[in-house]
């Protein structure tokens, strides 16, 4: 009978250090949100003060609103179009030129993102394509669609193929077999990666402030210009409800993730 391992001193140690480094600074930039003093390192007692002059400022909420369009938008085009390429990926084993295309489509999972960023300005700017809404929202695409295709490719990966067989052996062509019995089973990762697609668009910097042009900085941009001049209460009230909003995307991923294996395990007797 094997010996079930124990947490050492040290292990416990190490956990508890690694999770303070990563989580306390954020846990002082929340309560300091919540500080009426207007200097970030005094505490002035608890008050929304910093929350009432965020809904007041007005650039800063069409900042906030052009993040949320342009986070929305990329994530949706990236969704369809990395489940295609998933699907493509999943089924194509043998299509001419799979290696090349995988190799461009992941490219953005390991190229430095100011690499990604300078290209697609120089491309821009070849196009004579002017700076805004969409050209952010192309640039986000490029950046996520590889991150969806990852986590669709995986589901597609863990099915029974035989589900879908079956379909078409009872009436169904192709299509209408993978509308009917594919895509519910994938659904889950497909939210997932819209999700995780719409996080980082919206907590992206390095590419939109490369595509970006007058009139839609998105908030990551005018947070980085804000701080540049100092940090100011009103900006850790910011990055707190993205930390909330971006929470909240974290948890209805994860029980998409769980109802997807739920089903991979309900299918799998079958």
Known sequence: MRKRSRLSHFNIASLALGLGFLYLPILILVIYSFNASRLVTVWGGWSLRWYHEFFGDRAMIEAAWMSLKVAASSASIATLLGTLAAVALSRGERFGGRTLFSGMLYAPLVMPEVITGLSLL???????????FWTVTIAHTTLTMCFVAVVVQSRLGSLDRSLEEAAMDLGCDPVRAFVAVTLPLIAPAIIAGWMLAFTLSLDDLV??????????ATLPIRIYSEVRLGVKPEINAICTLVIGLIAIVIVIASLASKLSSAQGESAAPL
Not at 122 to 132: H, T
Not at 208 to 216: D, H, M, N, Q
Request: proline share 5%.
């Open 122 to 132: 120089l491309l821009f700017v070849a196009l004579n394509a002017e700076r805004g």
């Open 207 to 216: 590419i939109a402030s490369f595509t970006t042009g007058p009139g839609s």
